[in-house]
């Protein structure tokens, strides 16, 4: 059978046959007269070389085909009415529709309360997920749908296959244990040298930037220390005497959940910007345009 010669309209028919087993009630729900709907259902059997449905009394029972059809048939009927001619339509408040978020650990901690209080205001029954993938493995999602966004520090996603909104400018901090005999009461420049300290290896997209700060100033630190996540970090830097360079959001995160300060650094840095990303594939799709629209509203800064 070659699908060109299939005339998809007969999708719906069997679809209405099928869950009104009545040719009758089944062309009132279309809008079919009766000699239509008979000249479908003929069309179809030609096409699939089978009855399909057969009469039992009043009703018309499908045949085995007809039920191997059914599931396959059916999502692409409710995959015709959700994706092309129901687009329009996102209710927040009805959806069971989940989305995946893409972000750093710290990053979850930061944007993550806020947004479940908003949603649950909102009443939305949206669930989300996050995590955090490497470079092609988050393109790959993003393309295929299985990521909906990525928030933070993205800079491979730079380019014409997604769009990028900024979210507000960061800058980078250190944080250290209150009492911290390394650091006293303010962090010069030779105790911020001199300080054993920990960082945070890959994939945390911010520790390249600053590497490159340092370098572009001639400034050599002692990382004695590199870990996976920001979360370990808190646990390292509140209980020895290692020192950490972090985004703000993080330093802000980490002196609420942990016995830490926050110094500025002492030497001019650069900041960066924190973006949310989506393909472009989904840039119009209703669901992913509210929730983005929730997440700017939220977050974006005039800085």
Known sequence: ????????????VFDAIL????VTVAGVELGLSQPAM???????????????????????????LAMDLAAPLRDVVEKLRADVFGRTVFDPATTTRS?????????????????????QRQGARITLRSGLLDAPALRAGLAGGEVDFAVGIFPDLDG????????????????????????KSRLTLRRFVDAPQVAVSAPARSQPILEGILHRLG???????????????????????????????????????????????????????INQYWHRRYNNDPGNRWLRGVFFRLFQRDT
């Open 160 to 183: 014409p296959d997604h769009f990028r909104q900024k979210l507000y400018e960061s800058r980078f901090v250190c944080v250290a244990r209150s009492g911290n005999p390394l650091v």
């Open 219 to 273: 400034i050599q630190r002692t990382v004695l220390l590199r870990v996976q996540n920001f979360l370990t970090l808190i646990e390292i830097a509140s209980k020895t005497d290692l020192i950490a360079v972090v985004p703000i959001e993080a330093a802000e995160t980490l002196q609420k959940i942990g016995r830490l300060k926050v110094y500025p650094l002492p030497f001019e840095s650069a900041g960066f910007t």
């Open 38 to 64: 008979s000249y479908a259902l003929a069309k179809m059997r030609r096409t699939f070389n089978d009855p399909l449905f057969f009469r039992v009394g009043n009703e018309m029972q499908p045949t085995s």
């Open 1 to 12: 059978m070659d699908l060109h010669t299939v005339d998809l309209n007969l999708i719906t």
């Open 99 to 119: 989305f995946v978020y893409c972000m750093t650990d710290i990053a979850e901690s930061y944007f993550l309360p806020g947004l479940m209080t908003e949603l």
């Open 19 to 22: 869950r009104n087993r009545n």
